[in-house]
């Protein structure tokens, strides 16, 4: 650790995998870190979830060992950037906890915002009661009661909900939701064994170690019916059941199906929060509102701006291993970045 | 079913639509089908609500059926309503509103093309002064008529006589709303409400007293469907996506269906001829009479107090009677097949298994 690396601050905006991860990484260096959470808790989206593909590992563990040792980071919860100012060397930055911090580079780890599903309103979310998200069933694993699980006996997945979907403006593939899906549907069926339980994909990204692994068991363990094919559309019947109609493009048939609850695979979206420090710091974007990097092969972490940098999902959709890796990887382009500018 | 969740989306599916001053087109089916349907829209706007809708005798076909039916080119078409226009720039109007739901989706995809493709509309202008030394602008506003019916939804609901609520029961009488699929389905955000949950027949039938039903096949076609019915050797498929239909809405019971599309007035109200002669089978909550099919302007005249026959609801094939006798209208059962001056028009054939008054 060099210690006049105490000397020199470092903000980091965002509190979820990559500003924890990256806050401690930059706090082993010996920097003196400033995270900042809008929310009332560090973790992002992934204190809300409940277990972790590809091997069910409990995402509180995983967060509860990413936090317990955050050294001497200096995090605030419940706060806001509400001015940015641009200085000669550094940043001023002062937060709606009324502080002021003089940042000699600023870590942006804004994350992503869940994809409003009721914008696919061929799905009917927010319309139809027994039609849920990725996150709304994870709130259930968690034992947060959701009324629409109810001893369901017929269950679909949608994969591909707001992603690589020219509809909503979102071409791209959000990353994770395959294998959500996939692990959502065996976590369900282990609830309730009788069930049958369809996965409605495009085609599966199984691209991770113990992913495809994942699937296998899926299919031979757990009976879970893989339809290749795109829902069209959801009503509900007489009796509040989900009337779904989907294509099964391998048996080049129309497919109808009488369901009790569907999950919507719900992608990533830019964080449309991080706006006004895009604006304020006159960042580029790339097509898809996500934050564009300076390089995206040898420079991921790194902005067009000088001492600013990114990591996680505010660059683009990511899993949390993906993720965890790219924050270090930032601490340690900030680092060199302070070293070759002292 | 979250009702707050279908005025999230609805919210998102406003249309700005002038509360006066339009140039009228007719669809060309309809004056022949149920013409009472556009005397009332007319005698309705003007007479009731003393607002300015002008029609020029010189209108003519869009040329939609062609178009769909692949027997007219798209150039075609165009310079046929860019004579439309022509006329309501010549009567001095710049809203159009047309009649056919087939009509306003090809007028809607024209103003669409035109808007990406410029030098589409310049080689109309050309072809439209070679056809007929005419020139023509752009409308401001273009509208459905149930666009119309919609927008006037308390107006209608002010004068109402006999509103949508069964006077045996006192509750409202359940509706099923069907869109034409040209007319949201296309270009979603040209319409009142969406093409998922359109709001354009939901909120008239709503502001006059019924309750809309929310069956599964909603979504689905009439039937009509162009080819598949002009097609002769394809309306196998025009009556079965109209089957379809039917035996999904059956459970709901439903006392009417209202449209806004004179092409779905139609299929829906004739193939259930078809499908009871065929089947033995009819629908609706009166045993072997079926579930009347009427346009928007035909629902709001009845709520309106006109009488059934001057509004030519004799022209359907599932007989009104149990309908009107549910809304408590008064009426002369004599006079189902008078023309005007007591003129006898004949009682038609009684189907074997769709009954008749």
Redesign the interface.
């Known amino acids: 650790m060099e210690p006049k690396n105490q000397q020199k601050n470092i903000v980091v905006i965002g509190g979820g995998p990559a500003g924890i991860e990256a806050s401690r990484t930059l706090d082993s260096l010996g920097y003196t870190v400033f995270l900042i959470e809008k929310e009332d808790r560090l973790g992002g989206h992934l204190a809300r979830w409940d277990r972790l593909f590809p091997y069910g590992t409990p995402a509180g563990d995983v967060l509860g060992q990413m936090t317990a040792s955050m050294g001497r980071v200096k995090w605030f919860t419940g706060t806001e950037v509400t001015q940015l100012n641009r200085l000669e060397r550094g940043y001023n930055i002062i937060l709606s906890n009324g502080m002021s911090v003089l940042a000699d580079a600023l870590l942006l780890t804004t994350g992503f915002s869940l994809f409003d599903a009721?914008r696919k309103?061929?799905y009917?979310?927010?319309?139809?009661?027994r039609v849920i998200t990725n996150a709304d069933l994870e709130d259930w694993f968690s034992g947060i009661p959701v009324p629409a699980i109810d001893s369901p006996r017929r269950i679909g997945f949608v994969h591909c909900v707001g992603s690589r979907d020219e509809k909503v403006g979102n071409r791209y593939c959000s990353k994770v939701c395959c294998a959500t899906a996939v692990k959502q549907a065996c976590e369900i069926k282990e609830k309730f064994p009788d069930a049958v339980v369809y996965c409605f994909y495009m085609d599966l990204r199984m691209f991770g170690r113990g992913y495809e692994d994942m699937y296998l068991e899926a299919q031979k363990k757990y009976g879970i019916i893989f339809v290749r094919g795109r829902v069209s559309?959801v009503?509900?019947?007489?009796d509040?059941h989900l009337?779904v109609k989907a294509e099964d493009t391998l048996a080049g048939k129309p497919l109808r199906v009488t369901l009790d609850l569907l999950v919507l695979m719900a992608g990533m979206t830019r964080n449309t929060a991080v706006a006004p420090i895009v604006r304020a710091l006159e960042l580029s974007t790339m097509e898809d509102g996500f934050l564009k990097p300076k390089d995206s092969m040898t420079q991921a972490q790194s902005s067009y701006a000088a001492g600013i940098f990114y990591a996680g999902a505010c660059t683009g959709p990511k899993t949390i291993p993906d993720t965890v890796a790219e924050a270090k990887a930032a601490a340690m382009s900030i680092n060199e970045y302070l070293r070759d500018n002292d | 079913m979250n009702y707050e969740g279908k005025k999230k989306i609805w919210s998102e599916f406003q249309k700005e639509i002038p509360d006066d001053k339009y140039f009228y087109a007719r669809s060309c089916i309809r004056q022949n089908f149920n013409p009472g349907a556009e005397q009332a829209f007319l005698d309705i706007v003007r007479n009731r609500f003393g607002k300015d809708f002008y029609e020029d005798p010189l209108h003519t076909t869009c040329g939609g059926i062609a178009y769909h039916s692949d027997t007219t080119p798209e150039e075609t078409s165009m310079t046929i309503i860019a004579r439309q226009f022509s006329l309501m720039n010549q009567a001095g109007y710049r809203n159009f509103v047309v009649s056919c739901v087939t009509s306003f989706g090809l007028h809607s995809e024209i103003l669409q093309t035109w808007e990406e493709h410029p030098e589409i509309e310049e080689k109309i202008h050309e072809l439209l002064w070679k056809a007929c030394r005419r020139e023509f602008t752009k409308p401001d506003f273009l509208m459905h008529s149930s666009d119309m019916m919609y927008h006037y939804r308390f107006l209608i609901s002010e004068q109402a006589k006999y509103p949508l609520i069964n006077v045996r029961t006192g509750e409202p009488l359940k509706v099923v709303e069907h869109i034409g699929c040209h007319y949201s389905k296309i270009f979603p955000s040209k319409s009142v409400g969406g093409a998922e949950y359109p709001r354009v027949l939901a909120g008239l039938v709503e502001a006059l007293g019924g309750s809309v039903v929310d069956y599964p096949e909603r979504r689905h076609c009439c039937g009509f469907g162009f080819r598949q019915y002009l097609v002769k050797a394809n309306r196998g498929y025009s009556l079965t996506n109209t089957y379809k239909k039917f035996e999904s809405m059956e459970p709901f019971h439903p006392d009417l269906i209202i449209t806004n599309c004179p092409g779905c007035n139609y299929f829906l109200d004739r193939w259930q001829y078809v499908i009871a002669e065929t089947t033995g089978k009819t629908y609706g909550d009166t045993p072997g009479y079926g579930i009347p099919v009427l346009s928007s302007e035909e629902v709001a005249a009845l709520v309106m107090g006109y009488d059934p026959w001057d509004l030519g609801l004799q022209m359907h094939q599932v007989a009104v009677e149990p309908l009107l006798d549910k809304m408590g209208v008064q009426y002369d059962k004599s006079a189902k097949y008078k023309g005007p001056g007591g003129k006898d028009l004949g009682v038609p054939v009684s189907p074997a298994n769709i009954r008749i008054f």
Do not use: M, V
Request: charged residues 45%; aromatic residues 18%.
């Open positions: 009721s309103e061929e009917g979310y927010g319309i139809y009661d559309e009503s509900e019947d007489k509040g009337f």
